[in-house]
């Protein structure tokens, strides 16, 4: 009877599961995991950068820190700056092993999803699709820590009311929660090329919040939703 129960639980749980709620999870776990090993490759490069500008070589310089970059982002550099071959070698290694456990994690919540009815829909089907790329690819959410981007923000219905329906939380690693009285969500957000502008995706439903201040409209497929920084809070 206890196996039995276990076997509901975990069969419930895969039904009521996401591609969105996945991909938010891997995001903010990967994220975490990836932070010691990102810290460190910043420390070893540092160090090689200022040889470089000490030498003359600025050019040199600039392209490590770009390449330095891209490996935090998951980018491929395709000719490491020769100062850097072994370290970013020595990189890639750990950072592998450091997203495993989260990548493990969220490729069997996929499995799951796909044996239940859920993964038997085309829309979901793609969306499985796009999240098992994203974590193969070992590519999750850049933290904006230099957005300026407020952390929570009060939901409203149209622009003037000061009713408050819910609150809205950016986390660091692309997580977006959404906490109103009776319902609490998850999904995901991310920088796009356009200034102060985010796309997100809650449950399969995209939206586009573009950013004014202390204030926010957010495109949903309900329709225009406004947002307001909490007054106090912090900032990514």
């Known amino acids: 009877m206890k196996l039995l129960f276990v076997a509901l639980i975990f069969v419930s749980s895969a039904f ?18 990836l932070q010691k090993v990102n810290d ?19 050019d040199g310089a600039d392209l490590l820190r770009t390449q330095m970059k891209s490996k935090v982002g998951g980018d491929p550099v395709l000719k ?12 890639d290694a750990a950072r592998v092993k450091a997203l495993e456990p989260a990548k493990k994690a969220a490729i069997a919540r996929i499995d799951a999803m796909l044996a239940s009815s859920e993964g038997k829909k085309l829309d979901v089907l793609t969306a499985l699709n796009k999240v098992r790329a994203e974590i193969e690819a070992g590519k999750p959410a850049m933290d904006p820590t230099s957005t300026g981007l407020a952390r929570q923000w009060t939901y409203h219905m149209n ?22 009285p009776n319902n609490q969500d998850s999904g995901t957000w991310k920088k796009t090329q356009e200034p102060d502008t985010y796309e997100t995706n809650v449950r399969g439903e995209k939206g586009l919040l573009k950013v004014t201040g202390q ?22």
């Open 40 to 58: 460190t490759l910043e420390k070893a490069t540092v160090p090689l950068i200022a040889d470089l500008v000490k030498s003359g070589d600025t």
């Open 80 to 91: 490491p700056q020769a100062r850097a071959k072994d370290l970013f070698k020595n990189y």
């Open 159 to 180: 622009a003037t009311t000061d009713r408050v329906s819910g609150m809205i939380i950016f986390e660091k690693g692309g997580v977006l929660k959404l906490d109103f």
């Open 16 to 33: 009521a599961d996401t591609p969105a709620q996945i991909a938010a999870d891997y995001h903010s776990k990967a994220a975490a995991a």
């Open 215 to 236: 204030t926010a409209e957010w495109k949903r497929e309900v329709g225009i939703r406004y947002l307001r920084a909490k007054e106090g809070g912090s900032e990514l």
